[in-house]
């Protein structure tokens, strides 16, 4: 009988773990035919050239022999300034296109399969030092190359011109985590981040001699995770700046929502 008394309580509270339970998914499947497409670059508030790119990324199976592009800047003049390719055919392989001067990398510790390895993609780049990419911790090139940031558009998941006119090479894989930083990020900061993909640093702000120092997180002018509830056409920026993004998605294909992430 006092069992019976407490029924109804019990009932209760596994309705209301019912009822607020909701599922929470970390990336975006990609599987041809979508991109995200961000704000023009000098938009976004970029005070020099210096600035850094990051995609926490898994690769998918691909069904096309294009190579998927991650992501890609292109110009007015429909010039690739900057893009970076999967080979469709090879697992270990990144190909790089910076100011169309296309090059291959080919990387032990990388797998596109699909296994369900997510890895740190950082591009760093400087008037100075070029451009410097890396894979989780490892440094995978540095060229000399300089990219002006003179109001390209940022497209994360296709080959595309300005007006959207030219559209291939589409993202097969998973997308988690998008980040833009007016400043080059350092050494240290990228291997921490590669070890904690839930942190984006290692300190935020601290205070010396009575002051408050403010870290290079103030820098982050762009952050997209790609984390729903539910399916959305729209990616907010969480960075305070308000860069969304928007899908595009064309007829016949779809994004999916995925629980897998780095984190």
Not at 20 to 45: C, H, P
Not at 225 to 247: A, K, P, T, W
Request: proline content about 1%; charged content about 25%; some cysteine.
């Amino acid at each position: 009988m006092r069992l019976l008394k407490f029924l109804p309580l019990l009932l209760m509270v596994s309705c209301i773990d019912l009822i607020t339970q909701k599922t929470v998914y970390n990336s975006l499947y990609f599987k041809g035919g979508s991109w995200i497409e961000m704000a023009r670059i000098d938009s976004m508030k970029l005070e020099s050239n210096d600035f850094t790119l990051q995609f926490w990324v898994s690769g998918g199976e691909v069904d096309t022999n294009e190579a998927p592009t991650l992501f890609s800047i292109i110009d007015s003049t429909d010039k690739t300034i900057l893009a970076l390719l999967r080979d469709s055919n090879k697992q270990n392989s990144i190909t790089t296109v910076i100011n169309s001067k296309v090059s291959k990398h080919d990387i032990s510790n990388l797998d596109w399969s699909g296994s369900g390895n997510f890895y740190l993609i950082s591009l760093l780049f400087s008037d100075i030092s070029g451009v410097r990419m890396y894979v989780d911790s490892t440094i995978i090139f540095e060229v000399d190359s300089l990219i002006k940031n003179g109001g390209e558009k940022l497209i994360a998941g296709a080959l595309a011109n300005e007006d959207r006119t030219i559209l291939e090479n589409f993202w097969y894989g998973y997308i988690d985590e998008i980040r833009l930083w007016n400043t080059r990020l350092a050494d240290s900061t990228i291997k921490f981040q590669s070890k904690h993909s839930d942190k984006l640093g290692e300190n935020y702000r601290y205070t010396m001699n009575g002051e408050e120092i403010f870290t290079y997180l103030d820098s982050l002018i762009g952050i997209w995770r790609l984390n729903f509830e539910d399916s959305l056409s729209v990616i907010e920026d969480d960075s305070g700046y308000n860069n969304d993004g928007i899908i595009y998605t064309k007829t016949g294909y779809s994004v999916e929502l995925s629980k897998k992430g780095a984190q």
